[in-house]
């Protein structure tokens, strides 16, 4: 049997990213245009497919994070502590020279 | 034989809610179940159109003629995504259909029964696929995300055709003496194998498929759901059901006659009423159609 998977990726409506849908299995290219066309577009459910051979998929699946790269992640700021200190000092430079500024 | 640590990590995975990609590794017992059963589903919905095809020339009007072929390319493509799915996991198409068709693998129960009448195709676009989305939705849960990402687009079509079962009985109860009486006979001939479809009592605890997350939900409970979201619905259209035991108790459950197990098992296993000749059918259109694949992988070679 020389039929070939196909992986096909559908965009739902204009601006939407594609995303994956399935795959076919399909002998040919043509073949494939007619099956995805009726499998993910029949009922107008899709405005673009993308049909890709599996083989030119190139798959990355695991992401190792040696260094441990915090500072490039919102959960690498923990910013409770310092702020509640700096809110501490504000309040005591308040105290000594109070009405300063336009602060409310 | 004590399981290994790879397979007791991997079902203290899926138990926990995680999910198994096709790549990933897995345990034996866990590829041949999801297949087998995945298998069995893309059956059903090849099967479960030589019921109703058998209306196609004879649908009442010719709106009701379009519906019932556009649900039944839903469900042959369904069957072609379940069959991907199935190839994917190691099992080629071609060994399916072959199995199908000598019988070693199944389908479900209600595609074993012949449909008599219009009222049938009524019933079954309602009360079957209602029976079917309650169990599909429950498999959107499945471990092995592949098949729940193909249960999400089954369920999305599969809830035309609950609207046009639904309509399509509307309008015979609607109609004449005659009509209404078709819908009457045809629910007393579909109640017991609706009420065998969700599968024997098993607790959830004791079924292999909640073990490895395949299934989320025990069989009783697809069961109640079923007929707590249903029984009201035919009965508000001044419609019976056979079974003089069906109501629902204070606490909620339904109680039922049960029905007959060894039957269910005889059914599924080909002994149904119309099992062999449906399967006679499927024989005789694969072996027809074989020249057309020939030719078309003959032509793309």
Aim: glycine residues 6%; aromatic residues 10%.
């Amino acid at each position: 049997m020389t039929t070939r998977v196909y992986e096909v990726f559908r965009r739902e409506r204009a601006g939407a990213a594609m995303q994956h849908a399935g795959s076919i299995a399909a002998p040919d290219p043509r073949f494939a245009e007619i099956y995805a066309r009726e499998q993910y577009g029949r009922r107008g459910e899709s405005e673009a497919l993308w049909l890709v051979p599996r083989e030119a998929v190139q798959e990355i699946d695991e992401f190792v994070d040696e260094f441990d790269l915090k500072y490039r992640r919102v959960d690498g700021y923990s910013l409770k502590e310092r702020l509640k200190e700096a809110r501490e000092l504000a309040g005591a430079s308040l105290r000594e020279a109070p009405g300063g500024g336009d602060r409310p | 034989m004590a399981i290994d640590t790879q397979t007791e990590e991997f079902l203290a995975h899926v138990q926990a809610g995680g999910l198994v990609e096709t790549g990933d590794w897995m345990p034996d017992e866990y590829r041949k179940r999801v297949t087998k059963f995945v298998e069995m589903h893309a059956n059903s919905e090849l099967m479960g159109v030589l019921p109703e095809r058998d209306w196609i020339l004879r649908a009442p009007t010719l709106q009701r003629k379009l519906a019932l072929t556009a649900k039944i390319q839903d469900e042959v493509g369904h069957a072609q995504l379940l069959y991907r799915v199935v190839e994917d996991l190691g099992k080629p198409r071609d060994a399916c259909l072959d199995d199908l068709i000598a019988g070693k693998s199944k389908f479900h129960n209600v595609f074993h029964y012949p449909t008599k009448t219009w009222g049938d195709v009524g019933v079954i676009a309602w009360l079957v696929d209602a029976a079917a989305i309650i169990s599909q939705k429950a498999l959107l849960k499945c471990s092995y995300a592949p098949y729940a990402r193909i249960m999400r687009k089954i369920c999305w079509e599969e809830s035309f055709h609950i609207l046009h079962g639904r309509d399509v009985i509307l309008t015979l109860v609607t109609g004449t003496d005659g009509q209404r009486e078709l819908v009457q006979e045809a629910l007393d001939r579909w109640w017991e194998p609706l009420m065998m479809f969700h599968g024997n009592p098993i607790p959830a605890e004791d079924d292999p498929m909640v073990h490895w997350r395949i299934k989320s939900q025990a069989n009783e409970e697809a069961r109640q759901q079923f007929l707590e979201g249903y029984v009201p619905q035919v009965w508000e259209l001044g419609l019976t059901l056979p079974d003089p035991n069906l109501r629902r108790g204070e606490d909620g459950v339904w109680e039922y006659t049960e029905p007959d197990w060894e039957r269910l098992m005889a059914v599924v296993s080909g002994n149904g009423p119309a099992s062999q000749e449906r399967l006679a059918f499927r024989r005789l259109s694969r072996t027809e159609v074989d020249w057309v694949s020939r030719t078309v992988l003959a032509a793309a070679a």
